[in-house]
C-alpha cells in the first residue's frame, strides 16, 4: 500500500468564519513507514489523520491510494478500502461496554470477507497479540482501562489492516501500559505496513525508525 497526499487542504467554514485546519499537505508513505504526527492542539494533526483516512471526505488537494485518486472511488469501494485497509486506534476506545471482548473484536469482521465460522478463531489469534486471549468472553465493563486500549487495537487489527492510524493511542494510559501498547503497535506494523500516529506526547510513542513530522497551524513544518 502507498499513500500520495499533493496540495491537501481543508477548511472549515461556517456561518460568519473560516478554519484552515490543514494547508496544503503534500506527505507519501509506503510499507513499512512509521510516522508520527506532533504539533500542538489546533495544529490539524487529526484531521490530516482523518482525511487519510478516509473518515473526512471534503477536502481540497488529491489523495491517492495505491495510485488510486480516492474521491474517484465509489461509495461501496471505499465502505470496503476503510473497513480492509485501515485499522483505526483512537484515544476513546468507543467499545460496546455491555458486550464482550470477542464481540467488540468480532465487529469489522462482518462487513469483510471471513467466513463466520472463522471468527471466533480469528477473533482468538488477534488477541494473542495484544495477550488478552484468556479475556475472550469477559464483558468490556469489567477491564481496566490498559486493557480495554489492547481490545481497541485488536478490533482495529482483525481485519489484518495494511495502514494503521492512530490518534493519541496512549493518551488515557500510564506509562508503562502506554509502552506496550506502542509495542504491539509497532510490532504488527513491522515492516510490511504503514503506521500513522498522532500524538502530544512524543517521547511515549517514538522508537527507533519512525519518522517525526511537526504540524503547525495546518502545516508540515521542514
Ligand atoms: P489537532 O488534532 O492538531 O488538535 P484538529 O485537526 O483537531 O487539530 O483541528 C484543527 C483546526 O480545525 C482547529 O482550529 C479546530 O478548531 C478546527 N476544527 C476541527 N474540527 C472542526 C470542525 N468539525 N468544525 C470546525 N472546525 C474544526
Not at 504539533?39 to 491517492?64: F, H, P, V
Not at 469482521?109 to 478463531?121: C, I, T
Not at 468472553?137 to 482495529?156: L, P
Not at 500513522?196 to 517521547?203: E, S
Amino acid at each position: 500500500m502507498k499513500i500520495d497526499l499533493n496540495g491537501i487542504t481543508k477548511i472549515y467554514k461556517s456561518e460568519n468564519m473560516q478554519t484552515t485546519a490543514v494547508a496544503d499537505v503534500n506527505l507519501s508513505m509506503a510499507e513499512g513507514d512509521k510516522i508520527i504526527i506532533i504539533g500542538e492542539s489546533g495544529a490539524g494533526k487529526s484531521t490530516l489523520l482523518n482525511i487519510i483516512g478516509c473518515i473526512e471526505r471534503d477536502y481540497e488537494g488529491k489523495y491517492c491510494l495505491d495510485g488510486t485518486e480516492v474521491r474517484t472511488l465509489k461509495r461501496k469501494k471505499k465502505a470496503q478500502i476503510m473497513n480492509e485497509v485501515f485499522g483505526f486506534v483512537f484515544q476513546e476506545y468507543a467499545l460496546v461496554e455491555d458486550d464482550t471482548v470477542y464481540e467488540n473484536v468480532k465487529i469489522p469482521l462482518l462487513y469483510g470477507e471471513v467466513r463466520k465460522s472463522d471468527y471466533r478463531a480469528r477473533v482468538k489469534e488477534v488477541l494473542e497479540k495484544v495477550q488478552l486471549e484468556q479475556y475472550i468472553d469477559k464483558k468490556v465493563s469489567e477491564m481496566s482501562g490498559g486493557q480495554r486500549q489492547r481490545v481497541a487495537i485488536a478490533r482495529a487489527l482483525v481485519n489484518r489492516p495494511s495502514i494503521i492510524l492512530a490518534d493519541e493511542p496512549t493518551g488515557a494510559l500510564d506509562k508503562k501500559t502506554a509502552e506496550e501498547v506502542m509495542d504491539i503497535l509497532y510490532e504488527y506494523a513491522d515492516e510490511k505496513r504503514i503506521l500513522a500516529i498522532v500524538t502530544h506526547d512524543l517521547q511515549r510513542v517514538k522508537r527507533e525508525g519512525a519518522k517525526v513530522i511537526k504540524m503547525e497551524h495546518g502545516k508540515i513544518q521542514g
